[in-house]
């Protein structure tokens, strides 16, 4: 194996550890609210079933003092009384067999009126004289006569098998009033909760690490051999900042600089790319909604536009003209749908606030734009911009969910796809990029939008971030998406549409 091959597999086999924390945290932040309903859920039911069969046991104890005597030889006029600890320990031994005896069980009943004894035991204090007398029951009344009965039956069951005894009592026997066994319920339920989480946890995890996306230009580069033009930090607003400064646009002053460095630096990219005619006429698109392309192809073309270009962006989208919310315009313009539909021969073009930029965006829509979007006025349209303008930035709808973008590419000289970082799962880039290069326009380079600190081997990192509040709706169908211009959040994202 060459030298470049091994340093290519060590590099593939490196374990980015920044990645898979990222992958881990945004695993567990969409998932989290599922594994607390079921660790909840679990606990609550534990905490159900533990209450329900909790019976509430309550125990009569008390101690006696046994003084045991015996017949030491075959003199029957010769005895010896003791207090001998052998003595206790036999009793403890034999006290099951002496009360389950035919005689001690009549007697026992009898004391208690017939009614069925409470479970009881006998214990002996090791090396002393010292026996105590326990009685159970969920009836503390029954747990207390129990114990008297048995206090009562066995001193005369036992001298019959072990000889005379004679019992002293310690500690008199009390009725009982609190159960000695408590409702362990709250405990055993938390505890489930607890191992559920952590099991629910663990599981975000393992998930976690079978998560395909895109991080860095490597991977785009082992993924689609595309070269990677540029890094665009994500940025996040402050809090209760006001409507126009959440505008993410390079001409936001609040925007971080690494922000409009990077889009400017695309820009040098891209005008270092032209040969004779060269990329005049560029699309931009990605797999998916939520991307951020508009917001890409918005900034690229105000970037072309400060270098005294004459540029154009066209909303490519008729399902939702979305663009001139980017740059906080109201009024009512012509959008590409109008022109093509030949409901205007002159179209009216919007100028981008301060700045020499010219917007193509109107107000309808159009459910079923493709038939539209084949006329023959698409050709002719682009024909006579391409004599009037440097530059046109067309903005579509995401080529891995509609196929507008593979229809708009015919009249494109170049495309720019831009891929989120850890968004779109990468079989979904793969054959979004295999069903758009079908056509005859070539995809020039990939932009990586909302890079997170530590996550890319190179290019710029930050902390802020941005996103979006509005989406396709279901790829497949793609019938309704909605936008809130109005919103009072925390974070405002750049978004596809």
Known sequence: MSEKSEQATSASSEVNFPVILHNFLRTLLRLIWIVLIVALTCGGVRYLRTTRSYVPLYQATTVMHIQASYNASTDFSSYSSYYDSAAVKQ???????????????IRLRAALGGRSPAAYRASAVADSALF???????????????????????????SDIVGNIRVTV?????????????????????????????????CCFLLSLTRKTVHSSEDLRKLINLKCLAYIPAVRF?????????SLT??????????????????????????????RVILVTSTLPNEGKTTIAANLALALAEEKCRVLLVDGDLRKQSLKGVFGITEESDGLGDILKGKVKNPRLLNAPDSSLLLLSGGTTVERPQPLLDNPRMGQLFGFLRGKLDYIIIDTPPAGILSDAS??????????????????NTAQIVNSIQTFSDGDCPIIGCVLNQTQAGTTRYGYSSKYSYGSKYAYGAYSGYHSYRHKQDRSVEEAETTDE
């Open 250 to 279: 390079i001409q936001n002053p609040r925007i971080d600089p690494s922000f409009r460095e990077s889009l400017r630096s695309l820009r040098v990219k891209l005008q270092n790319m032209q040969t004779g005619e060269g990329c």
């Open 407 to 424: 229809v708009l590419a015919k009249v494109a000289d170049c495309a720019l796809y831009v891929v989120r970082q850890d968004l779109a």
């Open 132 to 158: 105590y007398l326990y009685a159970n029951s969920a009836d503390p009344q029954l747990a207390y006569d129990t114990l008297c009965a048995v206090m009562e039956v066995f001193p005369i069951a036992a």
């Open 170 to 202: 310690i500690d008199s026997p009390e009725l009982p009033t609190e159960p000695y066994n408590s409702n362990q319920a709250l405990r055993s339920g938390a505890k489930t909760a607890l191992i559920v989480l952590l099991l629910g946890v663990s």
């Open 238 to 246: 402050k809090k209760h900042s006001n409507k126009s400064a959440l």
């Open 91 to 105: 009793l403890d031994a034999s006290f099951s067999y002496i009360m389950s005896s035919e005689d001690a069980t």
